[in-house]
């Protein structure tokens, strides 16, 4: 026979009723796993046999058996057949996986507790976060979007305005029992939180209204995931992000000092969704839609 390598030539669905019969046993049972009847998956074997020109099987009573040459050629093909649909998979599991990085308080004060019903409406999306303050490279990298904080002017790539990011002086009641905050410059009466992330920002607020660092009783710098939990453990006052502050400013677990106060420099940096051109994908956009919908109700 010439050699044929033109896939042109194979007959696709024969060679997969043949590797479903050596796969299931029977063609009865090879009938059932490929959904057609049992007369059909019969005609593909002995039209495969008239293209091969050569004899696939013998009859022993009313079963047919797989000649020992013809079962080593239809365990390759189901080997083969097992490889194609592997990579079908991966490909259409690679347009369904979405790799996001946010910042630590994100994840863990806004992102995780709305993320169930995300997972519950879109199961066909694999999320993979990742949660640190680094800015990673969008357009080049591995991940598909960010939530970043700050001014919003990473160049080359889209930013959209999720939360305004005004902060609050909070602390525990138990933190406030026995002293009697009137002005800013009794909080040095208190021990205090900083987020070592944002210790140039909390030291501009403390410039802003007078204080200075070594008057404080005592300073404990913290990374931003643990301040509002040593916070709400009543270890000190705390200068947190009203978005993760107040669901517990509501239940009373924090009272907000200085409720008035509204700084300045606060309104310069928020939190944004970027992603580059190149990774817009339905996943991508599909989450986009999502964590729009979930802020249309926020009133900050």
Request: charge should be negative.
């Amino acid at each position: 026979m010439t050699e044929r390598k033109n896939i042109a030539w194979l007959p696709l669905n024969s060679l997969r009723a043949f590797a479903a019969v050596h796969e299931t046993g029977s063609v009865g049972a090879a009938a059932d796993t490929l959904k057609v009847t049992h007369g059909a998956v019969s005609q593909h074997l002995r039209g495969l046999e008239d293209r091969l020109q050569r004899k696939l099987f013998t009859r022993s009573g009313n079963r047919l058996v797989m000649l020992p040459e013809a079962a080593d050629l239809a365990a390759n093909l189901l080997r083969n057949f097992r490889a194609i649909a592997a990579d079908i998979d991966q490909f259409r599991r690679d347009e369904n996986i979405l790799n996001i990085t946010v910042t630590p308080h994100f994840a863990q004060y806004w992102l995780l507790p709305r993320l169930r019903e995300f997972l519950q409406l879109h199961p066909e999306i694999d999320l993979r976060i990742n949660a640190d303050a680094k800015v990673h490279d969008l357009a080049q990298g591995d991940f598909d979007a960010a939530v970043r904080h700050g001014d919003g002017h990473w160049p080359g790539i889209n930013c959209e305005r999720l939360l305004e990011s005004r902060d609050v002086v909070v602390a525990a009641p138990s933190v406030l029992e026995s002293v009697s905050i009137q002005t800013p410059q009794d909080l040095t009466k208190l021990p205090w939180i900083l987020d070592e992330d944002r210790d140039i920002e909390m030291s501009n607020w403390f410039d802003d209204h007078g204080l200075a660092h070594q008057a404080h009783t005592r300073i404990t710098r913290l990374p931003s995931a643990l301040t509002l939990v040593a916070a709400l453990d009543g270890y000190g006052v705390a200068w947190l992000s009203h978005v993760y502050a107040a669901p517990y400013l509501a239940s009373e677990r924090l009272v907000q000092l200085f409720s008035d106060d509204r700084w300045p420099a606060q309104s310069t940096r928020h939190y944004y969704l970027c992603w580059a051109d190149s990774k817009n994908s339905p996943a991508f956009r599909t989450f986009r839609h999502w964590i729009r919908r979930q802020l249309s109700g926020i009133v900050e």
